[in-house]
């Protein structure tokens, strides 16, 4: 280890001190350059966890003006009661413990007497909940039980409404405390560093027992693993969905592992001979192996079904068998291959090669961006920078970096040496003198049967954080892939100090993949959804997503040709929060255009000059509720929401008028110059890039 500390060193030192001739050929080759969209989404996510106080060790960037300190001195008012704004959404609530300023109050308190009754009438008023007197606590306060348990998420909102009560000095919600759920599999105690967490002592770990508890999967959430094929293991063999074989020549169902045995010589001069590596059924163990079944280890997700898909066999694989393959997983439509009927929500690109990203690997990971799936993908195992191996220097996926059992870079990862962007990058376990134990199939060359062993490599830290994000799927479906790119890095556990990925920023990513962390997060956007715009060059014209799966379909040529994203980008509220409205949306098939409305008497004048709701070329269409807003008062947006600006092109003679919503200032002011009629500000949203 110590020649491998000596040798890190100097490889950084020699490229920060390049650094400026290094970037440089990072930006002229477009190598390790994220999406524009996904640092807008990173920064609306980072806002709005921070405003909502729902993850205590959030990993912002250093660059980042927002901490959750700022957000609360600017929402204080003199002397507030204390608030415990740190309660996951996931949590069983008993009741409340609330300390009164009155100290005749806090005296009952200790004599374990509820206090006055007019105290009690308003707690209850202004909550709205019914509370029973339970027990007085040695520090005056009072312990009040709600009528039935509650979850985190509605505690949090109901306690936000006694920061108006002058009687109160603190409340805090009872939380229900339970032993984190630690599985009965022979193998997790002895072995599974990896999926434990600081709790229990392993800095290392994604701390999946934290979420376990929570969650355990979704039997609805889909996980394509494109590798060598995936081989029936008890630990996952009822969740093998049909696959399809992209190694074979002609492309044929499939998607098991023949195994990739070969004889010296065979892939190469002087290449040895080498057993079969049963590596796609080792990475699917690591995803979705069923936990506490009393047999051999646990995956993250117990529920998760997986897609097998054979790309990689004897001597690796193509590169456009890969592409195909990952084309298939995602939906989309492959030449003599049936559309698969189960398109994935997140591919494992446990696989690398070298060089730059080629144009082909970018044009499909976009695509499949498109269809709202995650590609996570490894940084690969040849100390260099990440920007020398695709696809982990694609943009728009997310790079898994190898760490060891201690927190830190393992021995053989490659690392983001150069870049100083940390977008799509994560670092997550890969083991080193301790490995990753997963399901494998027996025997040297053909399958002969089901087995375990330990393996290292950023092939085994991929799908830590496929498992983690397909947890996240099963508690928020709604969840895009550029979406789970930012928030799996920025709920990320900080490496621990003094480790070579904590000492030189950016090395290893954000942080360490957390499990529990990261299901929290999607539990809390539940409250919100990701609203794209898009823009038909052919028309003039311009339209709100308002769903992933709307956002696919638009992308699939399902509304027309000529749709593009234009990487304008808001975040609406899901349902009534914070006095939302309804965002009432319009279709004119004439025209060709939509119109939202965040003002009732609009929705209701628009709907009553068409009381059939009939689709003609001279109606407005009801749709729907398309999201939730704010309205603006005296034209402007409340301190806690941002404004959307509403733009008009009366193209009648064209029989074309269009409307279009933008989230800035300068581009509402843009298109009035280009002719645009300006309506100033229509709704106020939770948060715009």
Known sequence: MSVYIMWLGLLISVVLSLNSLVVHADLKSGQG??????????????????????IENLSIPESSAITKQSVNSQSEKSNPPQLNSNLSPSAIVDGLVVRFKDQKIQDLAAENLPPPDEIMNELESTLGEKLTFYRSMGNQSHIFRFQAPKSGEVVTDLIQKVKTLSSIDQIEPDIRIKMQLVPNDPLFDPYQWSMKGQA???????????AWDSTQGSAST????????????????????PGYDFFVTPYAPGGSDPGDWTTANECGDK???????????????????????????????????????????????SLSDVINGILWAAGLSVPNVPIN????????????????CPPLYQETISLVLGQGAQIVVAAGNDQKDISQAFPGNCNGVLTTIATNFFGDAASYTNLNLANPNIGGIIAAPGGDSNGIISTTSTGTTTPEGFGYNQQIGTSESVPHVVGIASLMLGINPALSGIELNSLLPVTSQAFPEGSLC???????????????????????????????EFYNSSSNDYLLATSKAQMAAINRGEAGSNWQLTGNLFYAWSGATNG????????????????????????????????????????WTYEGIA?????????????????????????????????????????????????????????????VA
């Not at 350059?33 to 729902?54: A, C, E, F, Y």
């Not at 920023?505 to 794209?532: H, M, R, S, V, W």
């Not at 939730?628 to 409340?638: D, H, I, M, R, V």
């Open 33 to 54: 350059i994220q999406l524009p969209l996904d640092s807008k989404i990173t920064t609306m996510m980072q806002h709005l966890l921070t405003k909502d106080g729902k």
């Open 200 to 210: 229990q002592g392993y800095i290392g770990g994604i701390n999946a027992t934290g």
């Open 222 to 241: 889909i996980v394509a693993v494109v590798d060598t094929g995936v081989n029936a293991h008890p630990e996952f063999a009822d969740r093998l969905l």
């Open 271 to 317: 290449e040895p001979a080498e057993p079969s590596s049963w590596h796609g059924t080792h990475v699917t163990g690591i995803i979705a192996a069923e936990g506490n079944n009393d047999m051999g280890m646990a995956g993250v997700n117990w529920n998760t079904k997986i897609l097998p898909v054979r790309t990689l066999g004897k001597c690796g694989g």
């Open 341 to 356: 009927p189960n398109p994935a929500q997140v591919i494992n690109l446990s696989l690398a090669g070298e060089g730059a």
């Open 502 to 532: 904590a000492k030189y920023q950016n090395l290893c990513g954000l942080g360490i993949a957390d499990a529990q962390n990261a299901i929290e997060a999607a539990t809390t956007f539940k409250n919100y959804t990701l609203i794209y």
């Open 580 to 619: 939302a409205q309804p965002v009432c949306q319009f279709y004119n098939q004439g025209a060709n255009s939509y119109f939202y409305t965040v003002n009732s008497g609009d929705c209701n004048y628009l709907q009553s000059l068409n009381p059939t709701n009939a689709v003609a070329d001279d109606q």
């Open 627 to 687: 999201f939730y807003a704010l309205s603006p008062t005296n034209g402007a947006c409340a301190s806690n929401s941002d404004p959307i600006y509403q733009l008009y092109n009366n193209q009648a003679a064209t029989n074309n008028p269009n409307h279009r919503f933008v989230t800035s200032l300068e581009a509402y002011n843009s298109m009035i110059a280009q002719g645009w009629l300006g309506e100033g500000i229509t709704m106020c949203v939770a948060a």
